[in-house]
């Protein structure tokens, strides 16, 4: 799967968001690992499948960032 510019960026938005917010903390640092690993381009092209749902998580919980973004 590949993923545009833009779909990396919304996808690291959501994952940062559950990093931030999601009660369960390998969830939230999975979260954050992937988010961080996503900022190399080669990455986005290379989606396992608990990456795949780990994003899925991240959709359907739409967390808000802890901050109002500026």
Known sequence: MKLTAAQTQQVMFRLRCAAERDP??????????LAFELEL?????????????????????NYSPLR???
């Open 68 to 70: 109002e973004v500026a």
């Open 41 to 61: 381009p080669r990455r986005a092209t290379e989606l396992s499948n608990l990456d795949l749902q780990l994003i899925q998580y991240a959709f359907r919980k």
């Open 24 to 33: 369960n903390d390998v969830i939230a640092n999975a979260c954050s690992q």
